[in-house]
């Protein structure tokens, strides 16, 4: 394992949770608490680590795209589509992981990532 990559990829789900519930938080005011967790846990022969947060979430037909290049949700000029893309790739091709996304618009989008000890 490449710590300095898997933290990248980490560092990268961190900041798109912060922009989602910053977002949200726009829209909906005070009464709006942002949350972000990151959570890990051993399963079997690896570890699963989940980086969950309350922001607008995405429409399902969304999901099976945003591990494409360049895609992005976010509004021209602020995204550009790389970032889950690469990470992506440094989870499943450098590291033998998998990398999945649930979501339910309007409430929390949720990136598992799995990885083998």
């Known amino acids: 394992m490449v710590p300095q990559d898997v933290g990248r990829v980490i560092l990268n789900l961190i900041n798109n949770a912060f922009y989602a519930v910053k977002e949200r938080q726009k829209a909906e005011g005070a009464g709006y608490e942002p949350r972000v967790t990151v959570s890990t846990k051993k399963i079997g022969v690896g570890i699963s680590i989940k980086v969950t947060g309350n922001g607008n979430g995405m429409p399902e037909n969304l999901v099976d795209k945003i591990f494409q290049p360049f895609f992005t949700t976010k509004p021209s000029g602020q995204g550009t589509g790389l970032g889950l893309s690469l990470s992506y790739d440094i989870i ?7 990398m999945k996304a649930t979501t339910k618009e309007g409430e929390y989008a949720e990136f ?3 990885l083998p000890v």
Do not use: L, R, Y
């Open 92 to 98: 499943t091709k450098a590291h033998g992981g998998s």
């Open 112 to 114: 598992i990532i799995q």
